[in-house]
């Protein structure tokens, strides 16, 4: 693996990332193995490693929102609601803040595991 292939390092991070799921920390873990492949640009390559692990998440949020976004939700059997046009803009909006929240936190966490695989690359601790 080359030291500076950010392309490469930060995808094998995306990953390690989406495999480690299951783990509170995800990013952090890519972002570590990112940056300790990378050796340079740590923080770089770890936030673009959280962003490539956004993209599924943000594909499937996408595709949910089109299908519920819209769907008025105090209606019931007797029809839309007085309230039906008002709960599609916060389904809207849950979703636009709950995707940018993600977002922060997969590229924060990312870039913070990118610094501590640099690191851990640089003092040869591995």
């Given at each position: 693996?080359?030291?500076?292939?950010?392309?490469?390092?930060?995808?094998?991070?995306?990953?390690?990332?989406?495999?480690?799921?299951?783990?509170?920390?995800?990013?952090?873990?890519?972002?570590?193995?990112?940056?300790?492949?990378?050796?340079?640009?740590?923080?770089?390559?770890?936030?673009?490693?959280?962003?490539?692990?956004?993209?599924?998440?943000?594909l499937i949020a996408v595709f949910f929102?089109?299908?519920?976004?819209?769907?008025?939700?105090?209606?019931?059997?007797?029809?839309?609601?007085?309230?039906?046009?008002?709960?599609?803009?916060?389904?809207?909006?849950?979703?636009?803040?709950?995707?940018?929240?993600?977002?922060?936190?997969?590229?924060?966490?990312?870039?913070?595991?990118?610094?501590?695989?640099?690191?851990?690359?640089?003092?040869?601790?591995?």
């Open positions: 693996m080359n030291d500076g292939d950010t392309g490469t390092n930060a995808l094998i991070g995306a990953v390690v990332t989406v495999l480690t799921t299951f783990t509170g920390f995800a990013p952090l873990i890519g972002g570590v193995v990112a940056g300790y492949l990378n050796g340079h640009d740590g923080m770089k390559v770890g936030a673009l490693s959280g962003v490539i692990a956004s993209i599924p998440l943000l929102g089109s299908l519920f976004a819209f769907m008025p939700v105090m209606g019931g059997m007797m029809g839309a609601g007085p309230g039906a046009g008002f709960t599609g803009a916060m389904g809207i909006t849950v979703i636009v803040f709950g995707l940018g929240f993600a977002l922060v936190y997969a590229v924060g966490l990312g870039a913070l595991g990118g610094y501590l695989g640099e690191y851990l690359k640089r003092e040869d601790v591995f």
